[in-house]
């Protein structure tokens, strides 16, 4: 079944934690998305890939790392540097449009 | 400005009537343009692309108007299920990304 696969569904984090979000992919698309979403609000870009070993900076990149070392796999990790993870992190991939994961709801506890 | 816009709502409709919904984009060289549709605390799920001429499935109409820059989505008959949010995205082109609007929120009443 193709698609994109994101883990966990709901993940806590400890105040100071790095935590690293999962996204899979068997679509075979190159580019690759990271969006946050907040309660109320829309999606905005966190990082994206063209290609394998190659990202960029999204809108609010802070605090957030990313790698593409396979075309399938698309890690987002969650520093401490970033002072209020708590969102909705969602996964995407451009196909001609683009491709959502069921997200990631990220609190901080 | 921003690269793509969109009225946040809420657009709160009777059953039965026709809303419309518009989303700018500033680079005039974009090339593909999509509406999404997002239920709450759920991912994005593509409602339509939208092409040059226009396209309509079922209730739903979109249109691209490339002159003044803005797509619209048209719904007809407002059904309770009808209500969500509302996504515009649109790609500049090749190895661009792409950008959503901040969601047009609708919410259709008895």
Known sequence: ?109 | RKEVEQDPGPFNVPEGATVAFNCTYSNSASQSFFWYRQDCRKEPKLLMSVYSSGNEDGRFTAQLNRASQYISLLIRDSKLSDSATYLCAVNPGTASKLTFGTGTRLQVTL
């Open chain 1, 1 to 109: 079944d193709g698609g994109i696969t994101q883990s966990p569904k709901y993940l806590f984090r400890k105040e100071g934690q790095n935590v690293t979000l999962s996204c899979e992919q068997n679509l075979n698309h190159d580019a690759m998305y990271w969006y946050r979403q907040d309660p109320g609000q829309g999606l905005r870009l966190i990082y994206y890939s063209q290609i394998v070993n190659d990202f960029q900076k999204g809108d609010i990149a802070e605090g957030y790392s990313v790698s593409r070392e396979k075309k399938e796999s698309f890690p987002l990790t969650v520093t401490s540097a970033q002072k209020n993870p708590t969102a909705f992190y969602l996964c995407a991939t451009d196909g001609g449009r683009a491709f959502f994961g069921q997200g990631t709801r990220l609190t901080v506890v």
